[in-house]
């Protein structure tokens, strides 16, 4: 390995001096004549190895494996030898116990034997009537009662004995538990401080200057450098205080994304790290794309980027490669990811809009969160997953039926046959076969492996509202506008039986889980119960809603039925009793649907005002409240597993949602259309956001409150921007003015006028003296503040100014883009994104073996192959 000061020489010295050694005590030739230190502190490197060896067989440090197995085997079999003993003392303690009570017992029933055996006393032995006498003359049964009190109290006694015994043996177990506890805190401790501390290394680094890791990176570059850690142990001559040995650290070789090194990795985020760190970082992240294999640093680095919020829009990570890393929620926006090779990263909720990525070769790619599916093109009616939690079929206005991959959110296949708006899906099942009602009156059977139609049930003379499987298999009940609750045999695809009952439109039935009992709900406010074997209506109806049934769903046990109706109510019913338990209230407008968990705990809402809400059935409280989608839920369908919840609804789109994790987070909803640009002030704790409704909004992020309503623009404000300070904010219009806002007062304190067309960027250079904006008029104009006026590209100091400003990627892309890219999306959950990032060729696959083009592709990604096809 060569010296890192003079990179000519071989290193062959070792510096074992008792001093913070500035040659991180690898030294060649050279080093040692510069060095300073006594000679008889400098070793070869294989006398040095040596004098390791030799400190280890003196300490016996071989042979500490084997007596630390030969420890455990101990105390393995004492705890193994204590287990048994302590068996052996409660069986014989329960025996004796047992033939005590069994002997006063014995003894009783002797006396009841006596008694009742002799009935009729002139048949009795003489025996008998000798016995007979003496408990009637004699003191027989207050002796034997007296006998027995004083067993009874020895008894008492006894088991008070083992009852103090038992306890304080407990507490001393406790006592030796805590001390075993105690000794491994002890031994974390001593293990965690022999490790060098990650932030204690880092503040090494944070005076450095930006420009010195620019220049090492074009050095490795220049010099092919394959060994980058030896190289970057910076010479004296640059000034770097570096301390040594960092090669080796734990950060260099184990997935800090990982739960061991979560204590670690939170402990680091929540200290204040200032530029310096971040700068260093980021260098651990570029150096990975010089480096011939996987640097795990560089991997932690960028893990640890995202999870510390660092701004990484709009950077280059060209050719970089990043292994056994968690990237979750990181906003990659505009960033050039092209040549990247990924392995084994998680990617959920990763935003990479406007990112150019050529060439990636990606593998082994984890997406863990939720998708959301879009194919539908208007309203889904019905969402169903399949009893395996694979697929998830579901039922649009637009007359299709489609099924869907719940691990990968494509597409499987397209079910065509109804003629009107399909309103019900539901699997059998054994998950083969899937059953639809539509408005075009009839029942379809569909081939879930094939997709073929299977049959066509056709009896109900209006719309069919819902379709539902019994527990077997065997029997398909549906409800129509007709009034009418039919059965089908599923196998015969025969009516078998028809309930008639219901004034008005039936919406909704469902089996109990035994199979025997089937409720319909109604139009006309009712829920009835029927008996499927005789096909009678049983004696409860449940009147209590003041308005019409959306909706009605067995629990899993089958005692209590949930219903939902317009009147923006809930309720939860009794079946034995026939009476209501409760009424969930806090939806603001109809509740189409409810459904719930497999472990019927849980019971799931969707409503028209757009959210989906979680309730305790116990309690009846509501646990959690899932906002997404931008119009009403018309269905929800838990999976099997009881994790995952599918909504669809009126915006055309399937959302799959983590009931786990479904807590809300702040979520602003005070504009009233599209927000396309959202920007936070330096300072991390306001939030600007632009609106079509041509105002401009600060927000409190802690709080998630609204701060100030900026309004003067007379069009959409497309684009926002705070000053470096943070004391000015920028807005660009389509009304071709860029207004200046004080962010203190909310008041407006300047207007630039000269775009001749709409202003869709605005961005100050890092001064602040200086304002870009870029127009659809294809310009570019420079802003001086200070005067309010605009710097012509004549002034001498334009291209400079230029020079300040991030350009975008795209702006030099032959592709022109709408700026409604999203650049930070506020949800409940981190969503994957990639609208208008620009592929070419490249893999990207997941750990299932599943190439995820198309799912780049149906998240808005550009690829550059198609484009050439469609022009050829």
Not at 94 to 109: A, M, P
Not at 343 to 360: E, K, P, R, T, Y
Not at 649 to 677: C, E, F, M, T
């Amino acid at each position: 390995m060569n010296c890192t000061f003079h990179f000519q020489n071989q290193i062959s010295l070792i510096c074992r001096a008792p001093h913070k050694c500035e040659c991180q005590r690898k030294l060649c030739a050279e080093c040692q004549d510069i060095h300073g230190v006594d000679p008889k502190y400098i070793v070869s490197v294989k006398k040095f190895r040596e004098m390791v060896n030799k400190k280890l067989t003196e300490v016996k440090f071989g042979e500490s494996s084997s007596e630390l197995t030969k420890w455990r085997g101990a105390f393995k079999s004492l705890l193994s030898q204590t287990e048994s003993m302590f068996q052996k003392i409660w069986e014989g303690l329960s025996q004796s116990i047992k033939q005590v009570y069994d002997l006063i017992e014995k003894e009783n029933q002797l006396f009841y034997n006596l008694i009742n055996e002799n009935t009729n006393l002139a048949e009795s032995s003489y025996a008998d009537i000798e016995k007979l006498v003496k408990i009637v003359e004699g003191t027989t049964l207050d002796e034997w009662n007296d006998s027995k009190n004083s067993y009874m109290m020895k008894l008492d006694e006894t088991k008070k004995w083992w009852d103090h015994h038992i306890h304080a043996s407990i507490e001393k177990l406790k006592e030796g538990i805590e001390l075993l506890k105690s000794l491994i805190k002890e031994v974390e401790e001593d293990i965690y401080f022999t490790k060098t501390d990650l932030f204690e290394m880092l503040t090494y680094l944070q005076d450095i200057d930006e420009t010195l890791y620019k220049k090492i990176l074009e050095i490795l570059r220049r010099e092919k450098v394959s060994d980058i850690f030896g190289f970057i142990q910076m010479a004296k001559n640059q000034n770097l205080k570096y301390k040594g040995g960092k090669e080796n650290h734990k950060f260099n070789q184990n997935d800090y994304s990982s739960e061991i090194y979560e204590k670690t990795r939170s402990e680091l985020i929540k200290k204040k790290v200032n530029k310096g760190i971040i700068d260093f970082i980021k260098f651990l992240v570029l150096i990975t794309s010089i480096d011939g294999k996987f640097i795990q640093s560089g991997s932690n680095g960028l893990s640890l980027l995202v999870d510390m919020k660092v701004d990484l829009k709009n950077q280059c990570f060209e050719n970089i490669r990043i292994k056994n890393a968690s990237l979750i929620g990181g906003n990659f926006v505009r960033c050039n990811l092209s040549g990247s090779e990924f392995d084994n990263v998680d990617i959920s909720g990763v935003n990479l809009n406007g990112a150019q990525m050529f060439n990636c070769q990606w593998k082994n790619i984890k997406i863990n969160e939720l998708n959301k599916l879009d194919g539908h093109s208007s309203c889904v009616n019905s969402v169903c997953i399949s009893p395996d939690g694979n697929t998830l079929a579901s039922g649009s206005d637009d007359q299709s039926i489609r099924l869907w991959d719940t691990k990968t959110g494509l597409q499987k296949a397209k079910l065509d046959g109804h003629t009107n708006l399909v309103m019900s899906v539901c699997f059998s099942p054994d998950g083969n076969t899937l059953a639809s009602g539509s408005y075009d009156k009839s029942i379809r059977l569909w081939d879930v492996t094939t997709g073929q139609q299977q049959a066509k049930l056709e009896g109900h003379t209006h719309n069919v509202n819902s379709t539902c499987f019994s527990p077997d298999g065997n029997t398909l009940a549906s409800c129509s506008w007709d009034t009418s609750v039919r059965l089908w045999d599923v196998k015969t695809r025969q009516q078998i039986d028809q309930f008639d009952g219901h004034t008005r439109t039936v919406y909704s039935v469902c089996f109990s889980p035994d199979g025997n009992t089937l409720a319909s709900s109604s139009f006309d406010n009712s829920i009835r119960l029927w008996d499927v074997r005789t096909g009678q209506q049983q004696k409860a109806q449940l009147d209590g809603h003041n308005d019409y049934f959306k909706s009605i769903c067995f629990s899993p046990d089958g005692n209590t039925l949930a219903s939902c109706s317009v009147a923006n109510s809930i309720c939860l019913w009794d079946i034995k009793k026939g009476q209501q338990k409760a009424q969930l209230d806090g939806h603001s407008d109809v509740v189409k649907q409810v459904c719930f968990s497999p472990d019927g705990n849980t019971l799931a809402s969707g409503s028209w005002d757009n959210s989906i809400r979680l309730w305790n059935v116990k309690t009846g409280l509501q646990k959690a409240k899932l906002d997404g989608h931008t119009s009403g839920i018309l269905s929800v369908c838990f999976s099997p597993d009881g994790n995952t919840l599918a909504s669809g609804s009126y915006d055309n789109s399937i959302r799959l949602w983590d009931v786990i994790k479904g807590q809300q987070k702040a979520k602003q909803d005070s504009h009233s259309d599209y927000i396309p640009s959202v920007y936070f002030s330096p300072d991390g704790n306001t939030l600007a956001s632009c609106n079509y409704d041509k105002s401009i909004r600060l927000w409190d992020v802690k709080t998630g409150q609204q701060k100030a309503k900026l309004d003067g623009h007379s069009n959409y404000v497309m684009s926002v921007c705070f000053s470096p300070d943070g004391k000015t904010l920028a807005s660009g219009s389509i009304d071709k003015t860029i207004r200046l806002w004080d962010v203190k007062t909310g008041q407006q304190i300047g207007k630039l006028d000269g775009h001749s067309d709409y202003v869709i960027s605005v961005c100050f250079t890092p001064d602040g003296n200086t304002l870009a904006s870029g127009s659809i008029e294809n310009s570019i104009r420079l802003w001086n503040l200070k005067k309010g006026q605009e710097i012509k590209y004549s002034d001498k100091n334009y291209k400079d100014l230029l020079k300040q400003f991030k350009i975008p990627l795209q702006q030099n892309s032959p592709l022109s883009f709408p700026t409604s890219t999203t650049t930070l999306l506020i949800s409940q959950q981190a969503i994957f994104q990639a609208k208008e990032a620009l592929i070419l060729k490249g893999d990207f696959i997941n750990q299932e073996g599943q190439n995820l083009r198309q799912l780049f592709k149906s998240s808005g990604s550009c690829f550059l192959e198609d484009l050439k096809q469609q022009s050829i």
